[in-house]
């Protein structure tokens, strides 16, 4: 069974910047479609940035586009968020999450999800 685990989240100061990971175990990581959601206190999970099979294409949610960049490495069978300038209205749970269809937008589309890392930036 295939299993998420995010790493690198953290308390960082306004500004600031940070490196998500999210490493997969089993051997079809590379088949699927990775994508990063963030769910803050009392709000509904939110879509953050996705990336394709391969790395060759990439979508970001207009709030972290120019500031977040999305990545992966299947030979580490791992994704990454780099986050920069972060800010505090960025401050939620993060999750990583494999697509198995559908709009790559919608947590409906994710099949798998890890259990989330904490980010919080303080102003």
């Known amino acids: 069974q295939v299993q998420l685990v995010e790493s690198g989240g953290g308390l960082v100061q306004a500004g600031g910047s940070l490196r998500l990971s999210c490493a997969a175990s089993?051997?079809?990581?590379?088949?699927?479609?990775m994508g990063w959601f963030r769910q803050a206190p009392g709000k509904e999970r939110e879509f953050v940035a996705a990336i394709s099979v391969s790395g060759g294409t990439t979508y970001y949610s207009d709030s972290v586009k120019g500031r977040f960049t999305i990545s992966r490495d299947d030979a580490k069978n791992t994704v990454y968020l780099q986050m920069n300038s972060l800010q505090p209205e960025d401050t939620a749970v993060y999750y990583c999450a494999r697509r198995h269809g559908g709009h790559y937008s919608y947590p409906s589309s994710y099949g798998v999800w890890g259990r989330g890392t904490q980010v919080t930036v303080s102003s």
């Open positions: 089993g051997r079809t990581f590379s088949s699927y479609d």
